[in-house]
């Protein structure tokens, strides 16, 4: 039988200590809720962690959040990815200050910028209360199991959001919703892991059918993923040895609003060195600095690096000082491109 006050007892002791969490029987403050919310899209605990602790210095409300320029809080992400989220969380800030805080129902969170089914759910849960359970991917696992749902994802994702929230409308579940959502996720993590769960840790065990059938561990399947399309590029170093040359992507699509060294466009062809320095910002002695690999959602990008060192920089874009360079929200991408500079040309 599975049981919410036995997860609940289990939670009690086994708890995760995490910076965004209120004290056990204290009252969470949304503002860090939402924010490690949207910082753990697509991110780990483990890697948000000191992310976090650094934004939330920087914006310690929502208030301070909303009053800072975009580029202080696409500085303070650049290394988190996924950069629309920066963006979203900025507008978002400033919806909630104009209306006097944060909705505290799914529904009004619904309406916020960059707020989803999941952020909203997690939100009402564990900062007002509100008796629903969000669908992250340790609860997805952990219903799955439970109820040993074997259509694979994502086709499965109505079973096991109906299967979460059978787990929720306990009446155990319903007069502690926060702490049912914070255990659900803690029981995911660290006990229904995606491979080798601990089960005889877990205090569902008894009642888990995926367990019973022998099947637990292959829980949630999958269909299986396409391979994602190769994509090819170039980008620039240009220097006079005090300063380097960078230029702002487009407000929206991929990086957008991020600062860039100035490049070609990513198409699915790899760019010969004659096309590639068609792009160039100026005709300079370049040299190959080698090439960088990187993985976004949908596709794989190879970028080659080029280098040039003149005695005046011309081309669109603008001159950051090289000693500041660390002030600048350059992605990851960017920061991988310095560095491949920096490693051939010490």
Request: proline fraction near 8%; aromatic fraction near 8%; hydrophobic fraction near 50%.
């Amino acid at each position: 039988m599975i049981r919410a006050a036995d997860l609940l007892a289990w939670y009690d002791r086994h708890r995760r200590r995490l910076p965004w969490r209120a004290p056990l029987g204290g009252t969470a403050d949304p503002y860090r809720v939402w924010l490690s919310e949207i910082m753990l899209q697509q991110t780990t605990v483990g890697t948000v962690g000191p992310y976090y602790e650094r934004f939330l210095a920087r914006f310690p409300d929502v208030a301070a959040l909303a009053a800072a320029p975009e580029e202080a809080v696409l500085l303070a992400w650049a290394g988190l990815g996924y950069y629309a989220r920066a963006r979203n969380l900025h507008a978002c800030a400033r919806a909630v200050v104009a209306r006097g805080g944060f909705p505290r129902d799914v529904e009004g969170l619904r309406g916020l910028p960059g707020i989803g089914a999941y952020t909203a759910a997690a939100v009402a849960a564990i900062a007002f209360g509100v008796p629903v359970v969000p669908v992250d991917g340790n609860v997805e696992r952990v219903a799955a199991r439970v109820f040993a749902i074997v259509e694979p994802l994502p086709g499965a994702k109505a079973a096991i959001a109906a299967a979460a929230a059978r787990l929720g409308a306990d009446a155990a579940a319903r007069a502690r919703p926060s702490d049912f959502a914070q255990a659900l996720f803690d029981l995911g993590a660290g006990v229904c892991t995606p491979s080798s769960p601990s089960c005889v840790l877990c205090p569902w065990m008894g009642g888990c059918s995926g367990r019973r059938g022998g099947i637990a561990g292959d829980l949630p399947r999958r269909a299986p993923k396409a391979l994602r399309p190769l994509r090819y590029g170039a980008h620039f170093w240009l220097t006079d040895g005090r300063n380097v040359l960078l230029r702002r992507r487009p407000p929206r699509g991929l990086l957008g609003g991020m600062t860039e060294l100035p490049g070609t466009p990513w198409r699915a062809e790899r760019w010969s060195p004659a096309e590639a320095f068609a792009h160039a910002p100026m005709a300079a002695v370049w040299r190959a600095a080698g090439e960088v690999r990187h993985g976004f959602t949908h596709f794989q990008l190879h970028i080659a690096v080029f280098a040039a060192v003149v005695e005046r920089i011309e081309g669109d874009g603008f001159l950051h000082p090289l000693d500041a360079l660390d002030a600048v929200a350059l992605p990851s991408l960017m920061r991988k491109c310095v560095a491949a500079v920096r490693q051939a040309f010490p």
